[in-house]
């Protein structure tokens, strides 16, 4: 009898995927075996040649719904059938290479169990199945079984067995299987720690936050706080005891007809509410207004479904949106654990909704917006990770390296057999409760892949806590350090992103961002560059301007407009010719002496190309958070704010960017542009037009000298990255200009284009250099030669 072998590789386990080979050899009659092992899915499978590849064409479109195919290989069995039967056997572990399937939103069949008042699951808030619920959130080691789980503490009940050992159920094999005899429990409490009395904590918590009060829930990946979000002096009192006093909260609503009575939303982004991941998605404020202090200042609100029992029983209960917000003090990391959270959210919340399983794995609510047409991934985390990246051609060979990421909207990334493994969102290290929590799960990933790097790749800022922590790791790991330059590892995440093979010609790129160490040690952020994957050379940038206090000047927008009227004008003159103006009147205020000693001694006041402290100057002209920012880019959204609603009709200054050329390196001022400004402010011209018009302006200029390069070079694929170019106006006006043009446009979608998707890149880079010359794993002795290896084509 004719027989295949077929290896499945991808997200294939503890999702369905045995039972659904099980029930698919049923339909044509085939004998054989399906088991788990170290690489993922094998089956067995004997019949007639007709039904074998009947059966296996049919493989791919049966996949479960958490289940991604990366690879099917077929090959003839030369054996006899072992039974007349199809069977499920024992999982044969012999490694972790298979990915691990991430945490994901309620499916329908268990939405439906909820709501059956006839079920035993109903409003149960831990349903689910082998096509939904928790996975990286409670997984302690590999293999994927629940005794390693924190499902271990949670007996099966014999019905809950029952459906665990039957192919024919959905919830055959499901580790997080459970149900209210069996499975963790719910309870709510109140400021001083007593359980409240009540038979449905969930039905209760909806009513106290209709009364007004804010509460703490523990979700998949950590906690929350809710509030009725149409409720201004609950918002406030939120804003006021979390100490987050400007960015906005994310909201949830029941289902996308409540959330389009208060945004706009197509059919993009409303598939994107349903996404499995069940992403916050930016959507344009339009209708009903919640309160003011949900998004002050913003013209978009943050939207997303119910994705766990728990949420869409509590919202069932509501008739109108809830604040759900990370449940902690502002820049620290979210509670997961239960004592953690009554401490550290007390004088926060009003009543705790617990339960008692334990969260394992902190995950943060992912972020998405359309933009230019595709949905794009802001913030990458619950739903997303730890999903792996296939590598484009040529990286087959690639060794084991663990890419430490970047300073802020840190993630990690291991490569490991042709795949990157990119992490949940960890934050900014600068917190050092951020770092404890980037550490651990470091060794969480590594423990779950059985991965020992032996490549380490760094930023090459010294100064960055992922950078020191990554040299430490390879001095004690005997592990090969490989600096990658900022901007060149988000160029090589994009191209990765977007399949470009390892030998593919190289590309042109605009990288505009807060800021990064350039090769030459300097701050870089508004950079054209040319590169691949192993080298990259600037071919041009804005205009340095001084950065007077350091990092006072991230923070203090007015310092970088002073900065840059300092560099393009005599102040005195403009003292005296506008004088009226309040960005005049407004460092008129400063200590300017003092700043302009710093600049000229070099005191604290680095030089800096970047493009979001060149979106802060302008921000503070127009008195968009002159004084002082909340939160990082909080400036340059306002600018983009303000300009939206007249882009369409406005257009670039006239002669607003000179380019200079300095040693064939072109270098964009911006005098002109500051000129117009000015005198439009004196004209007193609408400060919208005048947003939109410095929105244009930039446009104008980067496809302007992109479209140059690509002449010089003869190189018609462009990459657009880095933070700066989550402002849509820019990215879809440069995008829209360049494709006009005839030029193809690479931008990420699938990972951040901020520093969220920085580790991916440097990933990349050290193994394409590695793969080129073997200099990134050399034998001990040669391990100084290694580190100069990947540092000279940085």
């Not at 949905?375 to 730890?386: D, F, N, V, W």
Request: hydrophobic fraction near 40%; proline fraction near 6%.
């Amino acid at each position: 009898m004719p027989g295949r072998a077929i290896r499945v590789r991808g997200i294939v386990q503890g999702v369905g995927f045995r039972p659904m080979i099980w029930r698919l050899a049923g339909q044509y009659g085939l004998s054989g075996e399906v088991w788990n092992d170290g690489l993922g899915v094998m089956i067995h499978a004997f019949g007639s040649e007709a039904d074998l590849d009947a059966f296996i064409r049919q493989i791919p479109s049966h996949k479960p719904p958490l289940a991604r195919i990366d690879s099917l290989d077929v090959q003839t069995l030369n054996e006899l059938p072992h039974s007349g039967d199809f069977r499920i056997i024992a999982s044969q572990h012999g490694g972790a290479e298979t990915p691990i399937a991430a945490d994901a939103a309620t499916c329908p069949d268990c939405l439906a169990e909820i709501a059956d008042p006839n079920n035993r699951r109903y409003r149960y808030p831990f349903t689910n199945c082998t096509h939904c619920g928790p996975r990286l959130s409670i997984i302690r080691r590999v293999p994927y079984d629940r005794c390693h789980t924190s499902m271990a503490e949670f007996a099966l009940c014999p019905q809950c067995r029952q459906e665990y050992g039957d192919p024919a159920d959905r919830r055959f094999h499901a580790q997080a299987n459970c149900c209210p005899d069996c499975g963790p429990r719910l309870s709510l409490e109140d400021q001083c720690g007593q359980p409240l009395d009540c038979a449905d904590p969930v039905k209760h918590a909806a009513g106290l936050i209709r009364q007004g009060c804010i509460i703490a829930i523990k979700g998949l990946g950590g906690f929350h706080l809710a509030c009725d979000a149409l409720d201004a002096d609950a918002v406030n009192r939120l804003r006021e005891r979390k100490r987050r006093y400007a960015k906005p909260f994310a909201l949830m609503a029941k289902d996308v007809e409540m959330i389009a009575r208060y945004a706009r939303l197509d059919e993009q982004e409303t598939r994107a509410l349903h996404d499995k991941a069940a992403p916050i998605v930016l959507l344009t404020a339009h209708g009903e207004a919640v309160a003011q202090g949900v998004a002050p200042d913003d013209d978009k609100l943050g939207f997303m479904l119910p994705y766990t029992p728990l949420h869409t029983l509590l919202l069932q209960d509501l008739v109108a949106p809830i604040v759900l917000t990370s449940g902690n003090v502002s820049d620290e990391p979210q509670c997961t654990d239960n004592d953690e959270a009554r401490e550290k959210l007390a004088g926060i919340a009003d009543y705790w909704l617990l339960h008692d399983r334990t969260i394992v794995n902190r995950l943060d609510d992912p972020v998405v917006r359309l933009m230019d047409g595709n949905i794009r991934l802001l913030r990458r985390a619950r739903g997303y990770s730890p999903e792996a990246l296939a590598l484009p051609p040529g990286f087959e060979q690639a060794g084991h390296i663990l890419a430490m990421g970047a300073e802020l909207k840190n993630s990690f990334c291991l490569l490991k057999n042709g795949q990157a493994i990119v992490s949940q969102h960890i934050g900014d290290l600068e917190n050092a409760a951020v770092q404890h929590d980037y550490r651990n799960a470091i060794a969480l990933y590594k423990n779950l892949y059985d991965f020992r790097p032996e490549c380490i790749t760094v930023d090459n800022h010294p100064g960055y806590l992922s950078t020191q922590y990554g040299q430490a790791l390879a001095e004690t790991g005997a592990a090969v350090l490989a600096p990658v330059q900022h901007h060149h590892a988000h160029l090589a995440a994009c191209l990765a992103e977007h399949g470009i093979a390892r030998d593919a010609p190289p590309v042109l790129a605009a990288i505009f961002d807060g800021l990064g160490m350039g090769d030459d040690g300097g701050l870089w952020g508004g950079e054209f560059l040319l590169g691949d994957y192993r080298r990259c050379t600037r071919l041009g940038h804005f205009k340095a301007i001084a950065l007077p206090g350091g990092t006072q000047a991230m923070r203090e927008p007015w310092r970088n407009a002073y900065a840059q009227l300092r560099q393009y004008f005599e102040l005195p003159r403009l003292q005296q010719n506008y004088a009226d103006l309040d960005i005049i009147q407004l460092l008129a205020s400063k200590p300017l002496a003092t700043l302009a000693t710093m600049i000229a001694k070099n005191i604290n006041s680095p030089a800096s190309t970047s493009c979001g402290r060149w979106f802060d100057a302008f921000a503070a002209a127009l008195g968009l958070h002159g004084e002082q920012v909340d939160y990082e880019g909080q400036a340059a959204i306002a600018l983009e704010v303000l300009a939206t609603p007249v882009f369409a009709h406005e257009q670039a200054y006239p002669q607003a960017c000179c380019i200079a050329n300095d040693g064939g390196v072109s270098v964009l001022g911006w005098q002109g542009l500051w000129q117009a400004v000015l005198d439009d402010l004196k004209r007193g011209t609408d400060k919208a037009r005048i947003a939109a018009r410095i929105h244009h302006s930039l446009a104008a200029a980067t496809t302007g000298l992109l479209v140059q390069l690509s002449r010089e070079t003869s190189i018609d694929h462009i990459v657009l990255s880095g933070g700066v170019f989550q402002n849509r106006l820019l990215l879809e006006a440069v995008t829209q200009q360049l494709q006009q043009q005839g030029l193809t446009v690479l931008s990420p979608q699938r990972y951040p284009m901020n520093d969220g998707g920085l580790a991916l890149g440097q990933a990349v880079v050290a193994a394409a250099r590695d793969i080129a010359d073997s200099a990134c794993f050399p034998t001990q002795t040669g391990l100084k030669q290694g580190r100069r290896a990947v540092t000279r084509d940085s």
